[in-house]
C-alpha cells in the first residue's frame, strides 16, 4: 500500500511520515538488537521473555478469546489465553508487543484481531502488527536463505525450527525471498447461503507479487482447499482465483486451528503465478495427509509393502489402517496368497470400486525384531516396476507413505532413488504423505517458568 493511502490515525502518528510498513520494520529490527545485547536468544525466541525485557506485564487468562493490550494506569499490559496451540500463543503475544509500539496503546482495550470486529481503518494497525510479530519471533538475523521455489514444507520447517505459528512463518517468508509471493488466510463459512465455501481472509503479497487480491471473496467450490481437511494437512495445486484477472496461481497450504468458536481449520498459504513456477514438475509431491484417502480425481494406486511371512495384515503400520479401511483388500489378498504368491518381489493389485486400486508389494523379509532392516531394495524394485506397467496402462496416479521405512526399517533416500529410477521415464505423478504433526496446546503450567519474575 502506498504511504498515501494509509489513514489510520495510530498508523500516521507512529510512523512520522515514513512509510508504515518501513517504519514497523525498523522498530521490530532495533527492538530485537537491543533485547539481543540484553541476552534474548534463540531460537526459539520467547515472547514472554521479550516482553520482560520491556517491562511489560504478561498475564494468563483463560477468559481471553486470544490475546489483548489493556491500559494499567499509564502502562500496557498483556493478557493472553494459555491454552491456545503453542506456537499461535507465541505469536500472538508478540503481536500484542507490536501495539505497544503506537503512541495511543494506553488509550483502550486492543484485541487481537480476526476474534474481534475491527471498526473502520482499525485492520491497518492490526497489518502493521502482523508484521511486527514474524519480526520478533523470527528475528532478521537468525534465518536462512531460502533457494526457490519456496515450499509449504518449508514452512513447516522453519515453524518447528522457531516454534511459532506457520501463519507467522508465511508472513515473515513472503517478505524476504526475491520471487512473486504472497501469503494468505481463508476459512470456511459454516452457515448462510455460502456456507461450506472458502472465504479469503487477507492476502499479504511479497515486494515481487503484482496481483492485488484483496480479502473477503469467495474461492470456487472445487477449490483445492476443501483438501486440507484437518490441521497439519497440505494441498498443492494450481488453480484461478476470482480477484486474480483470470491468472493460474500455484497453491501450496496448510490447516490450522480454527477461529475461536469454529469447528473449521483455517486454511494459510503461499500464492505464486503458476507461470514463474519450474516447467517440469517433481516426480514426487509431498502432502501432510492420510494415504488411504488418496487426493484428486480419477484412478488412483495405493502402494504399500507387506512382508513374506504372514498373509494376515495387523500389528503397527500402514497396512493395519489399511485393513481397516478397505477390508476387501485384505480379502482379495489373502485369496491370491493361497495361490503360492507370497515371495519377495511380487505385487498383488486390488480393484476397488471404480476409481481406487490398492497395490502390496512384497518386499520385507519377516517380521519383528531383527538386526537388519527387513526391506529388501531388490525386491521393492521389482514390484514398483509392475506398479509403474499397471498405472501406465490404467493411467493411475500413484499414492503412498514413506514405503518400507517403518517397520521393515528402510531408507528413504534410497526408496526415493528408486522411485526415480523407475517412474521417472514414465510420465506419472507421485504423491507420498506423510502423518500430520500433532502440536498440543501449551497450557499454563508450561508457561510457570516464564511468567515467574
Known amino acids: ?35 539481543m545485547d540484553a541476552g534474548w536468544s534463540g531460537p526459539p525466541f520467547e515472547p514472554l521473555e521479550l516482553a520482560r525485557h520491556l517491562n511489560i506485564e504478561a498475564l494468563p487468562r483463560d477468559d481471553v478469546r486470544d490475546a489483548r493490550t489493556v491500559p494499567v ?51 491497518q494497525v492490526e497489518a502493521l502488527c502482523n508484521i511486527a510479530a514474524a519480526e520478533l519471533v523470527m528475528p532478521f538475523a537468525t534465518l536462512p536463505t531460502f533457494d526457490e521455489p519456496i515450499s509449504i514444507d518449508v514452512v513447516l520447517e522453519m515453524r518447528a525450527k522457531f516454534d511459532v505459528s506457520a501463519e507467522s512463518v508465511l508472513i515473515r517468508i513472503v517478505r524476504m ?42 474461492l470456487p467450490a472445487a477449490t483445492i482447499l ?7 494437512y497440505t494441498a498443492k495445486g494450481d488453480e484461478i482465483w476470482p480477484a486474480g ?37 517433481a516426480l514426487v509431491t509431498y502432502l501432510k495427509g492420510d494415504a488411504t484417502e488418496p487426493r484428486g480425481t480419477g484412478k488412483r494406486l495405493i502402494v504399500q509393502v507387506v512382508n513374506d511371512t504372514t498373509a494376515k495384515w495387523g500389528g503397527r503400520g500402514f497396512a ?20 503360492g504368491r507370497l515371495r519377495l518381489g511380487m505385487t498383488h493389485f486390488c480393484v476397488i470400486g471404480d476409481s481406487l486400486v490398492i497395490a502390496s508389494i512384497v518386499a520385507q523379509s519377516g517380521f519383528g525384531p531383527s538386526i537388519r532392516p527387513r526391506i529388501r531394495y531388490a525386491a521393492l524394485k ?35 532413488t528408486l522411485l526415480s529410477e523407475v517412474f521417472s521415464s514414465q510420465g506419472v505423478q ?19 517458568s516464564l511468567l515467574r519474575p
Open 320 to 339: 493395519t489402517a489399511l485393513l481397516r479401511k478397505y477390508p476387501e483388500a485384505q480379502a482379495s489378498f489373502l485369496e491370491w496368497v493361497d495361490g
Open 382 to 416: 521389482e514390484g514398483l516396476t509392475a506398479v509403474a506397467e499397471f498405472s501406465a496402462t490404467t493411467g493411475a496416479t500413484i499414492h503412498m507413505p514413506r514405503i518400507g521405512c517403518g517397520q521393515a526399517g528402510g531408507k528413504w533416500e534410497i526408496v526415493e
Open 226 to 232: 476443501v483438501e486440507v481437511s484437518g490441521i497439519g
Open 430 to 448: 507421485i504423491t507420498v504423505y506423510d502423518p500430520p504433526e500433532r502440536r498440543t496446546n501449551s497450557g499454563m503450567e508450561e508457561q510457570k
Open 245 to 281: 484477472d483470470g491468472e493460474s496461481l500455484h497453491i501450496e497450504a496448510v490447516g490450522i486451528p480454527p477461529y475461536p468458536g469454529l469447528s473449521s481449520p483455517r486454511v494459510v498459504g503461499l500464492l505464486r503465478p503458476a507461470s514463474a513456477m519450474p516447467p517440469e514438475p
Open 1 to 35: 500500500m502506498p504511504s498515501s493511502q494509509w489513514t489510520n490515525e495510530s498508523v500516521l502518528r507512529f510512523a512520522e511520515g515514513v512509510d508504515p510498513v518501513e517504519a514497523i520494520t525498523h522498530h521490530s529490527r532495533e527492538l530485537v538488537i537491543r533485547a
Open 73 to 123: 494506569g499509564d502502562k500496557p499490559q498483556i493478557e493472553f489465553n494459555p491454552n491456545r496451540p503453542r506456537g499461535r500463543m507465541r505469536y500472538s503475544i508478540a503481536h500484542e508487543i507490536a501495539h505497544t509500539f503506537f503512541p495511543d496503546c494506553t488509550e483502550r482495550i486492543r484485541n487481537r484481531a480476526k476474534y474481534h470486529e475491527l471498526s473502520g481503518d482499525d485492520w
Open 177 to 218: 525471498v526475491a520471487g512473486p509471493y504472497a501469503a494468505f488466510c481463508a476459512s470456511r463459512l459454516e452457515e448462510g447461503p455460502y456456507a461450506d465455501r472458502y472465504r479469503v481472509d487477507y492476502v499479504i503479497p511479497g515486494s515481487s507479487f503484482h496481483l492485488s487480491l484483496g480479502r473477503g471473496f469467495l
